[in-house]
């Protein structure tokens, strides 16, 4: 027997910290919306983050909209815990009508409408967003060798702290934030060797995720004018929050080149140099997670989905949040994704 679909004027897929500030938006509005989230539980993506795992920002500054982050107990910046802990009650204070676990598996055009397809049941909406975001899609580039090594790989994705790897010969990849503050936290209890595609650079220590989020709006402005301005990797590339800094001090920082192969027992420089090892952390991003899309067949050349804002050119009626500055500036961060949600829901509105 056929499962008749369900009807809605928007559908938000995902409710992590995106889907949360589409849905306060959409609710403040009156719009007939619902989330749907693949997760057992609230949090989104933070719930599977390692747990000395620091925000860029004080609570104050990481907050979604209507609602302040709470000051941790502790001091400093807020950790993976403390940021579930906040969207699990955001979600609850404003009755957020979040239906999960359900999967999105599929996006499809039905007549005027989209149809967002969950296995057992579809949902018919007039205007879906996706906040689904790139936790779920960690990327990690091939070196010759790598299906070789007789140690242990894994991904920012999988890390969850320092204990199992502690007295071992570990090699971590990658010149962002995760690979600084991992590398922090196994250098007091592993062999650690760094290695970055470039010299890794600290922000100044009194730069945090407020001057970023500034920055990344006074780009994306100039942008929108067709004129030029200085980029955040113009600053640096890493934020040198507390462990980061503890870590810069006693010399734990420093980085070597990429290397270019990979032995069973050694990764392999271009000039014949190695390094032994046994893990190898690979802190080399992710990639915005959106096969559910597939359906649509919206990528252009490149594999791009071009977006005008949120707006996705090639169908109107779908709309991307927190992937990055292409679909609004720095809406992958808690601060960014409510400001643009603002935006995003009053250009809906006029859809609707």
């Not at 409710?15 to 009156?30: D, I």
């Not at 983050?49 to 000051?71: E, H, I, K, N």
């Not at 242990?152 to 790897?165: I, K, N, S, V, W």
């Not at 734990?252 to 046994?278: H, N, Q, R, Y």
Request: aromatic residues 8%; hydrophobic residues 40%.
């Amino acid at each position: 027997m056929t499962v008749p679909p369900r009807l809605a004027d928007v559908v938000v897929i995902g409710a992590g910290q995106a889907g949360l500030a589409a849905g306060y938006y959409l609710r403040r509005a009156g719009v007939d919306f619902v989330i749907l989230d693949a997760q057992e539980a609230p949090g989104g993506a933070w719930r599977h983050a390692w747990p000395s795992l620091r925000l860029f920002s004080p609570a104050q500054y990481s907050s979604l909209p209507g609602r302040m982050m709470p000051a941790p107990a502790s001091g400093g910046y807020p950790s993976a815990a403390d940021t579930v802990a906040y969207l699990t009650d955001y979600e609850q204070r404003y009755q957020l009508p979040i239906i999960r676990p359900v999967t999105a598996h599929a996006v499809r055009r039905v007549g005027e409408r989209l149809a967002v397809e969950t296995g057992a049941r579809a949902w018919h909406a007039k205007v879906v967003i996706s906040t689904t975001g790139t936790w779920w899609r960690p990327y990690v580039p091939h070196y010759p060798g790598m299906r070789d090594f007789g140690g242990e790989q894994l991904h920012t994705a999988d890390y969850r702290g320092p204990e199992p790897f502690r007295g071992k010969r570990v090699v971590v990849v990658g010149g962002g934030n995760s690979a600084a503050q991992i590398l922090a936290e196994l250098s007091h209890v592993a062999q650690t060797t760094w290695v970055t595609l470039r010299p890794p650079r600290l922000l100044p220590d009194e730069v945090d995720g407020r001057a970023l989020f500034d920055l990344a709006t006074r780009r994306h402005r100039a942008a929108l004018a067709g004129q030029n301005a200085d980029g955040i990797g113009d600053l640096g590339d890493i934020v040198a929050v507390a462990p980061v800094r503890e870590a810069r001090d006693r010399g734990a920082l420093k980085a070597e080149p990429m290397f270019s192969a990979i032995t069973p027992d050694e990764v392999v420089w271009a000039d014949g140099s190695t390094a032994a090892c046994e893990v190898i952390v690979w802190c080399t991003g992710f990639r915005p997670a959106l096969g559910h899309l597939a359906p649509l067949r919206l990528r252009a050349p490149g594999g791009v989905i071009s977006t005008d804002g949120t707006r996705v050119l090639a169908e109107p009626r779908l709309h991307l949040l927190g992937y990055g500055d292409w679909t609004g500036p720095a809406s992958a961060t808690l601060i960014g994704a409510g400001r643009t949600a603002r935006q995003m829901v009053g250009e809906i509105i006029a859809q609707l």
